[in-house]
């Protein structure tokens, strides 16, 4: 037996749609949130990951599609409060076919070194599961949620890494421009 529901809109009711307020846009994460989660991490494989995530601005989508051989060192560039490393990706599944290139920083390429040295295993995937399997979206999305859960750091979207990267640089007074294509 089927039921049938009237259901009015909110202008029926006499009510006008309101958009909602623009300060319930969340602000990114701050950079000291990021870094308290960086600093805590005890395993190899996920503080790189974080690193990565932190100081590359790539995707993770992107992440997880890289391979070992994508990975090449070029030259150091010298920056404010460091050197930077350049590497040249092809990321498979970025937004454009085109290959970009991106920059690692000095401390997430120590720490990329330090997971591949302890690393056994013939799969050419960057990052993998403890099975030796490519890593997955959901499965990144998993463990930075759980180590948030572990280092009391309230929970953010992925995409916060982003966006704390490209914020920080507009803050460091970056041209608009070379954050997009960053």
């Given at each position: 037996?089927?039921?049938?529901?009237?259901?009015?809109?909110?202008?029926?009711?006499?009510?006008?749609?309101?958009?909602?307020?623009?300060?319930?846009?969340?602000?990114?994460?701050?950079?000291?949130?990021?870094?308290?989660?960086?600093?805590?991490?005890?395993?190899l494989?996920?503080?790189?990951?974080?690193?990565?995530?932190?100081?590359?601005?790539?995707?993770?989508?992107?992440?997880?599609?890289?391979?070992?051989?994508?990975?090449?060192?070029?030259?150091s560039?010298?920056?404010?409060?460091?050197?930077?490393?350049?590497?040249?990706?092809?990321?498979?599944?970025?937004?454009?076919?085109?290959?970009?290139?991106?920059?690692?920083s000095?401390?997430?390429?120590?720490?990329?070194?330090?997971?591949?040295?302890?690393?056994?295993?013939?799969?050419?995937?960057?990052?993998?599961?403890?099975?030796?399997?490519?890593?997955?979206?959901?499965?990144?999305?998993?463990?930075?949620?759980?180590?948030?859960?572990?280092?009391?750091?309230e929970?953010?979207?992925?995409?916060?890494?982003?966006?704390?990267?490209?914020?920080?640089?507009?803050?460091?007074?970056?041209?608009?421009t070379?954050?997009?294509?960053?």
């Amino acid at each position: 037996m089927l039921k049938k529901f009237a259901v009015r809109s909110s202008r029926q009711r006499g009510a006008a749609y309101q958009r909602p307020p623009k300060s319930s846009y969340k602000q990114a994460v701050g950079q000291q949130v990021l870094e308290k989660l960086a600093a805590g991490i005890t395993d190899l494989r996920d503080r790189a990951i974080i690193l990565f995530l932190m100081d590359t601005g790539l995707r993770v989508g992107e992440l997880v599609q890289l391979d070992r051989s994508m990975i090449k060192a070029d030259a150091s560039v010298p920056r404010a409060g460091g050197r930077m490393n350049t590497a040249n990706g092809s990321l498979p599944i970025a937004k454009s076919l085109v290959p970009r290139k991106f920059f690692v920083s000095e401390r997430a390429f120590e720490a990329l070194n330090l997971y591949l040295g302890s690393r056994d295993d013939p799969n050419s995937a960057l990052f993998t599961t403890k099975s030796s399997e490519r890593l997955r979206v959901d499965q990144v999305g998993k463990l930075v949620h759980a180590w948030c859960h572990l280092l009391g750091v309230e929970r953010f979207p992925l995409n916060d890494f982003r966006r704390r990267l490209a914020t920080g640089l507009r803050e460091f007074g970056c041209n608009p421009t070379t954050i997009s294509r960053l």
